[in-house]
């Protein structure tokens, strides 16, 4: 079945670098996404990595893709407090367009 | 662009009553996703259209629940009656048919709902 695990709780002080972390365990994955989750607002999505790439960067984000063990991991360069959120790991279904959603890390920037 | 609009923002009203929930897609998106967040159960897919056509409803969780897409820029979820178990925000998503990314959602800010 489809299953997507992400930790729950993540804390680091301002201009460390973070790494969240995800496992899911649909191999026909087509895309896996990274949304963030701001107190009382939305999901506003912050990356996307196609199945047959291993890496990704955007900026301060970098996203590293292990289909072998599969395990998505998201890296906050240089993370500040309004990094402060709710992170979801998200694995699409093959055709189906459902998104299969972890249950979210919450990321914690100490001053 | 707007992106998805949810209204009502906020939604409180008593146990029995009908609650229905608004949602605007982004324009010349054909996917439109209804879920529900809650701290126990997370982030759930209650149904999903295409083309304003129910594609999956199989998250409902029972016969209270009832979503429609008369037309492409406009979708309701119904609950009725509702009961406090239902408290928990609801968000609506959009997604375009092609391009990269095409399964790419595209999320609204959240209609939070307390049943009393």
């Known amino acids: 079945g489809e299953d997507v695990e992400q930790s729950l709780f993540l804390s680091v002080r301002e201009g460390d670098s973070s790494v969240i972390n995800c496992t899911y365990t649909?191999?026909?994955?087509?895309?896996l996404y990274w949304y963030k989750q701001e107190p009382g607002a939305g999901l506003q999505l912050l990356t996307y990595?196609?199945?047959?790439?291993d890496m990704k960067q955007d900026q301060r984000l970098t996203v590293l893709l292990n289909k072998k063990d599969k395990h998505l991991s998201l890296r906050i360069a240089d993370t500040q407090t309004g990094d402060s959120a709710i992170y979801f790991c998200?694995?699409?279904?093959?055709?189906?367009?459902?998104?299969?959603f972890g249950s979210g890390t919450r990321l914690l920037v100490r001053p | 662009d707007a992106g998805v609009i949810q209204s009502p923002r906020h939604e409180v009203t008593e146990m029995g009553q009908e609650v229905t929930l608004r949602c605007k897609p982004i324009s010349g998106h054909d996917y439109l996703f209804w879920y529900r967040q809650t701290m126990m159960r997370g982030l759930e897919l209650l149904i999903y259209?295409?083309?304003?056509?129910?594609?999956?409803d199989s998250g409902m969780p029972e016969d209270r629940f009832s979503a429609k897409m008369p037309n492409a820029s406009f979708s309701t979820l119904k609950i009725q009656p509702s009961e406090p178990r239902d408290s928990a925000v609801y968000f609506c998503a959009s997604s375009p048919l092609a391009g990269a990314a095409r399964e790419t959602q595209y999320f609204g800010p959240g209609t939070r709902l307390l049943v009393l």
């Open positions: 990595i196609f199945s047959n790439m």
């Open positions: 998200a694995e699409s279904m093959d055709s189906s367009y459902k998104l299969i």
């Open positions: 649909d191999s026909s994955s087509t895309y």
């Open positions: 259209f295409n083309n304003n056509v129910p594609i999956d």
